[in-house]
């Protein structure tokens, strides 16, 4: 496709095959993909066809169909389906150029750019309910996957002192700290760290254990971290987890079951919230 001079090519899941978030640098395929291309409006479809031709076999290139794609602000295309949200009453998430109906409770103004979070998926919905419930005036957090940094701004517009983010991927950080500054978020506030930076800060004691960590990936990383992520909750602190699907959440609380009591578990279509207190 590239060869013959398309500008961009996307592939897609052609079936029903999820594939959860890979590491920066994977690149994990569907079994069965379908290939988009964008091409200039100029080019002609029998040169397309030409070019392709050389190069692919016949059944390669059985099932295609062309069509027009209008020009407009791809940047922006997609927020048409992004509107205000409200959370527990009082935390409304809105993207940054539009205003929530009602101008009461807390704001937060969002772009999620290339990192993953805008509220809308259950998994940060949930977490975002959870977190509007609380009292958070004052304490301090870790958020373990911070991605768009939607858990942490929402906790510090709601009253915490300080959230300290963690992400393996730098444009998830970038996308953070590009929210911090809409929401008029002192980036000081919100320290961030790749795994490792975030690893050398606790040994180093440069962060101490905090009131509530809060971690919103998925239940293998959960499992698998659970004794780390434990032991940053300060005694009778808290813990959120969250991207765990209904039928994997007794498999991560029983993970933490050593360090937490668990209240019953929240569910939201096929994801699950899970939050624990830490034994004194």
Known sequence: MLEAHAVSV?????EDQPLYEPAPGETPIWDKVTVVALFPDNTLEAEIEEK??????????????YSL???????????????????GGKLWVCPA????????GVIMKLDPGLAFGTGSHPTTALCLH?????KLEKLSLIDYGCGSGILGIAALLLGADIVHGVDNDPQ???????????????HAH??????????????TGKVQQVDIVVANILAGPLVSLAQYLSAMVKPEGQIL?????????????AAYANWFSFSEPAFQGDWSRLTGLRKS
Request: one cysteine or more.
């Open 97 to 104: 150029d539009l205003q929530p109906p009602a101008s009461d």
């Open 10 to 14: 996307t592939y897609t899941d052609s």
């Open 130 to 134: 959870w977190l509007a419930e609380q």
């Open 69 to 87: 794609l209008e020009d407009q602000d791809w940047e922006r295309a997609w927020l048409k389906d992004f509107k205000p949200v409200c959370f």
């Open 241 to 253: 987890l969250s991207g765990i699907l209904r039928e994997q959440a007794q498999e991560v609380m």
């Open 172 to 186: 998830a950080l970038t996308a953070t700290q590009d929210n911090c500054s809409k929401n008029t978020v002192d």
């Open 190 to 203: 919100f320290p961030l760290y790749l795994p490792g930076d975030f690893a050398h800060a606790l040994t």
């Open 52 to 65: 392709l031709s050389s190069k692919l076999s016949n059944s390669s290139l059985a099932t295609r169909h």
